[in-house]
């Protein structure tokens, strides 16, 4: 029964290895990282149970310690603390993204794989495997044939499509496994397996190359990470923030929205908010503060201690230069994650690498009876310790079941809305709802989707008039709508996202319903409180301000926009038009050469500004206003737009309909750095 037992184990390890840093479906929203956390989560639920059964079948724990043990443990505890006691909305700390899970499932891994020296080779098999499967498909979409595959499914049909998920990932994959194949092939003796592996290592490292060339600076393909400094500050302010427990496993993308500064404006990407930090580490100090910090240092010494140790002193290697193959291939898997966020098949490498380097020693702890009168007492002893762990397996499985099948159900409303089949969507996402109710993006969408079909019953051709019906439909869909959006706010109140959906049904709806402008005004509010660097936020709120005539309160919004990016054109057109509608046309005239002088010449943007400076000035001069003629659209700018009523008389708001109670409020240091803007034209003049 043993025998089976850790027969079993091995293959469960090797099957581990081999599919979880590859699966690709694509029944989820995410194709890449949710199969691959699913799939990983799920066989590491199975080698516990595996375990659980040796237990009592043996009446003995076997376990294998390393001296990586220790600081693995600690991280783990690092990210399920900062997950229970930081993260608002558990789901993503658990399930999807799910970055806590994913630390507990590898290190889980790391000592199922690290126990002895046949689950370290299986581990080798399985990692090879998968790296040769990956890199053969990576060839195939490198040299374009995928393109042609019709059965293929158009995002596989791309020239960096990789089973991996990224070309960065490709190449780090393939390029920590070079030194483990050719540490296998120098352990091996037999020809067969060097010519497998020969062919394995050619294959890998081609594939390996062609994904570093993807990867180069200026390439179409070079991954957006952002910048070192930017996830630094993050990192820091998080730890300010939260000293011991940071942002909250899973919760970056709230921690980038409140901490990243508004130096990020000035570059390109000023646009992208990251859901992961530039690097695994930084990553790791942003959500779970000082403890994850103590774990990577500890964790960083051991490292260091095996990469310097002496022949044998860490791992069970007879051969010098076996061992040194190794060792380069831990150094190389801990460097990628210099430049890797909390990605499985990056962190599956390392982990492995550590089990592979690792000297374990074994521990058995030994329930046997020693009489047959204490045969009875030895059974309850390895109940005691098996049954817990086959209770926390099932307990985690029903939940994954029902986060995996919401996630399945939600890709299938999404699918439906791209086919303007909104029964189906509906159908689907209620689906998910009911299995896990706990997810704010799937009350985001439904909010989102009832928006949608209460705004196209709305919009009826020039002279038709909104029946009683449709009216009362439109009401309940505006509050099912806001219904929702309150509740996407609940589960997540410190997500300035949700915030931000909330405030914009508000400010959609002000066509529709009395009273929504106040309420838009406080939830866009709140969005800004929660991501003060974001000048799109104070653009929209600034444009609430003006739909309502408070002309200037809409200044100073938009003269907070300008602060946080000067070389943005639309924040200040947005600006000049609210001062001129406030009648300080000096003002307006400056605001206006300022935004010309940021939109290129042969734009219509261009042409739009140039003729409202012209009538600006013409009427300065002429004290009266010009006719206006030439009428040309916009391509970027976006000026505000006063509320105009759709549906009359408007829909009254239940009390209810409110926005939820403020979580922070706007910082008072910004608005008093609100001045206003200088006539002089800015040095940036990037346009977005």
């Known amino acids: 029964m043993d025998k089976s037992l850790k027969t079993i184990e091995k293959y469960l390890v090797l099957l581990t290895a081999l599919v979880s840093p590859i699966l690709v479906l694509p029944v989820f929203p995410d194709y890449f990282n949710t199969p691959k956390l699913v799939f990983l989560a799920s066989f590491v639920g199975i080698l516990i149970l595996v375990k659980a059964a040796q237990i009592i079948a043996i009446q003995k724990l076997e376990i294998f310690t390393s001296s990586s043990g220790l600081p693995i443990l600690l991280l783990v505890i690092a990210y399920l603390v900062s997950a229970i006691i930081k993260t608002p909305n558990k789901a993503e700390a658990f399930f999807v993204p799910g970055t806590a899970t994913l630390i507990a499932s590898l290190a889980f891994f790391y000592l199922f794989a690290s126990q002895g020296k046949e689950n370290k080779s299986f581990l080798s098999i399985g990692l090879v495997t998968a790296g ?386 106040q309420f838009a005004i406080q939830a866009l509010g709140q969005a800004v409180a929660l991501d003060p660097a974001n000048p799109l936020l104070r653009v929209s709120l600034g444009g609430t301000y003006f739909a309502i005539g408070d002309y200037e309160n809409a200044i100073d919004t938009f003269k907070l926009a300008v602060i946080a990016k000067p070389d943005w054109a639309n924040a200040r057109y947005n600006l000049a038009v609210a001062y001129r509608e406030k009648g300080d046309t000096d003002k307006a005239i400056a605001e206006m050469t300022n935004t010309l002088s940021l939109l290129e010449k042969d734009s219509n943007d261009w042409q739009i500004v140039k003729k409202e400076l012209d009538d600006l000035q013409a009427k300065k001069e002429a004290k009266k206003e010009t006719g206006k003629t030439g009428e040309v659209k916009p391509e970027e700018l976006t000026p505000p737009q006063k509320a105009e009523k759709v549906v009359e008389p408007p829909v009254n708001l239940p009390e209810e309909a409110a926005p939820p109670s403020p979580q922070a409020t706007i910082a008072p240091d910004l608005l008093e750095e609100a001045k206003p803007t200088p006539s002089s034209t800015p040095q940036a003049t990037t346009q977005p």
């Not at 409303?413 to 689907?428: F, G, I, Q």
């Not at 019953?457 to 008039?465: L, N």
């Open 132 to 517: 040769f499967l990956a890199s053969l498909v990576s060839l195939v979409s490198l040299a374009g044939i995928n393109k042609n595959l019709n059965f293929l499914p158009e995002f596989a049909k791309s020239e960096n499509f990789s089973l991996l998920g990224s070309s960065l990932l490709s190449f780090i994959f393939f390029a920590s496994l070079i030194p483990l194949i050719l540490n296998l092939l120098i352990k091996d003796n037999k020809i067969a397996k060097k010519i497998i592996l020969s062919i394995s290592l050619l294959v890998i490292t081609a594939s390996a190359a062609g994904n570093l060339y993807l990867i180069l600076p200026g390439k179409k393909n070079s991954p957006k990470l952002p910048p070192t400094k930017i996830s630094w500050e993050i990192a820091i302010d998080s730890i300010k923030d939260s000293p011991l427990f940071g942002a909250g496993a899973g919760n970056y993308l709230t921690a980038f929205n409140r901490f990243r500064p508004v130096t990020y404006n000035s570059l390109d990407m000023w646009q992208i908010k990251f859901t992961n930090s530039q690097n695994f580490f930084l990553h790791t100090i942003t959500e779970t503060g000082l403890l994850g910090l103590f774990a990577i240092i500890l964790l960083g010494l051991v490292v260091f201690r095996i990469l310097t140790a002496k022949k044998g002193d860490t791992t069970e290697n007879q051969d010098e230069i076996q061992f040194d193959f190794l060792k380069i291939g831990l150094a190389l898997s801990l460097l990628a994650l210099f430049v890797s966020g909390p990605y499985l098949p990056a962190l599956l490498v390392f982990f492995s690498y550590l089990a592979l380097n690792s000297k374990s020693k074994k521990v058995v702890f030994n329930f046997e009876a020693v009489q047959e009168k204490e045969r009875q007492t030895s059974i309850m002893a390895s109940l005691l310790v098996s049954l817990p762990l086959i209770i926390g397996v099932i307990v985690f499985f029903y939940f994954g079941a029902k986060t995996v099948s919401a996630e399945y159900y939600f890709k299938q409303a999404l699918d439906a809305v791209k086919r303007n089949d909104a029964k189906t969507a509906y159908e689907k996402i209620a689906k998910a709802i009911q299995r896990n109710p706990k997810v704010d993006r799937y009350h985001a969408s439904v909010a989102q989707l009832d928006f949608l079909v209460a705004q196209s019953i709305a919009q009826k051709k020039e002279g038709e008039k909104i029946t009683d019906d449709e009216k009362n439909t439109i009401s309940q869909l505006i509050q099912e709508s806001i219904t929702e959006g309150k509740n996407a706010v609940s589960l997540n109140p410190q997500r300035a996202d949700n915030w931000e959906l909330l405030g914009n049904l508000y400010r959609q709806v002000m066509a529709f319903a009395q009273g929504a402008d």
